[in-house]
């Protein structure tokens, strides 16, 4: 997918470039072109590239949104223990320094010419950084809050997990404006069995009962069938998004990804609805030309649209 603010960018540099300056300031005066809409991640770093921030900041690029990351925690699969998810969680007063200078830099107040007021919340995990980021979201300055519910968080301890998810569940959830659950998450927070399209559907209803966003429940692979089944649900528009399934197992960052092109397409204006759609055709097109390695499963590549 090319972006159409790259290839603007890119002929008005060209164009600059082919004219001779008239004096030294004109040849070092900045570009003119429009700033490009400005997205953040609170997100987890995770070491092979094909998830969390990572994933989050490739898939901002290409739909042409300049994208900032405040990570949250270090993820890095141990190959030496069947790639078991070793997590190392960032100090919460680092976390609020990154707040702090995002902000402040791209804030409301900040003057700058694309004001910062979408965010994208993907993994957190301990209820210190809960608690953290939710006083950061509770100052009502991100418009958008796209929340990707990590409620399992692995490679810790099932207690501190469980305190994790309930941290959540409490303090993110009523925050969000727009929540991406996958298939367990999707029951987790329904509390319904969800086993074909139709209890897919009503999963996606009670979610966003309980919190009031936008919501795009994820079938994915996980419901039979030829089709990777997704339902959106605002509170007056119910869709079903489809398309051919590409393989049976999951790959590394869809849903990393399905959330972040969701967080860029906000950003630059467009309704949750138009931008579940377009997110869901990106990670269809990304797991088409997915990307293998040495690890035991593929990962989404960003550039797959292209």
């Known amino acids: ?44 770093s995770e070491a092979t590239g094909g998830a969390g921030a990572q994933a989050d900041l490739k898939t901002f690029q290409e ?13 890095s699969f141990d190959p030496k223990d069947n790639w078991n998810h070793r997590f190392v969680p960032v100090d919460p007063h680092v976390i609020a320094d990154q707040l702090e200078a995002t902000t402040a830099a791209y804030g409301a107040a900040s003057g700058a010419p694309a004001v910062l007021d979408t965010v994208k919340i993907g993994m957190l995990g301990s ?15 991100f418009a958008n809050v796209v929340l990707d519910p ?7 301890e099932p207690g501190h997990a469980l305190d994790t998810d309930q941290a959540l569940k ?20 329904s509390g319904l069995d969800i086993t074909d399209v139709e209890s897919l559907k009503a999963a996606a209803v009670r979610i966003h009962e309980l919190s009031g966003a936008a919501v795009l429940a994820k079938g994915g692979v996980r419901l039979e069938g030829p089709d ?11 869709e079903v998004l489809s398309a051919p399934k590409v393989g049976d197992v999951a790959v590394s960052g869809a849903g990393c990804s399905l959330a972040a092109a969701v967080t860029a397409e906000l950003a630059k204006g ?25 690890a035991p499963f593929d990962a989404l590549w960003q550039g797959g649209p292209r």
């Open 127 to 141: 209820p210190a950084t809960i608690s953290t980021v939710a006083s950061a979201l509770a100052g009502g300055q």
């Open 63 to 75: 739909l042409g949104v300049f994208g900032i990351a405040n990570l949250t925690c270090i993820v």
């Open 228 to 238: 990777a089944v997704d339902v959106y649900y605002d509170g007056e528009t119910l």
């Open 270 to 294: 467009a309704t949750p609805l138009a931008a579940a759609r377009t997110a869901k055709e990106f990670v269809t097109a990304g797991i088409r030309n997915r990307v293998a390695s040495g």
């Open 170 to 189: 409490s303090q993110i959830l009523p925050l969000a404006t727009f929540v991406t659950p996958n298939h367990f998450e999707a029951e987790s927070l």
């Open 150 to 156: 990590v409620l399992i968080c692995k490679g810790q």
């Open 1 to 44: 997918m090319t972006s159409t603010a790259f290839d603007s960018t890119a002929r008005a540099v060209g164009a600059a470039a082919s004219e001779p300056a008239s004096d030294t300031a004109d040849a070092v005066a900045p570009a003119t072109a429009s700033s490009p809409a400005v997205a953040l991640t609170i997100a987890g």
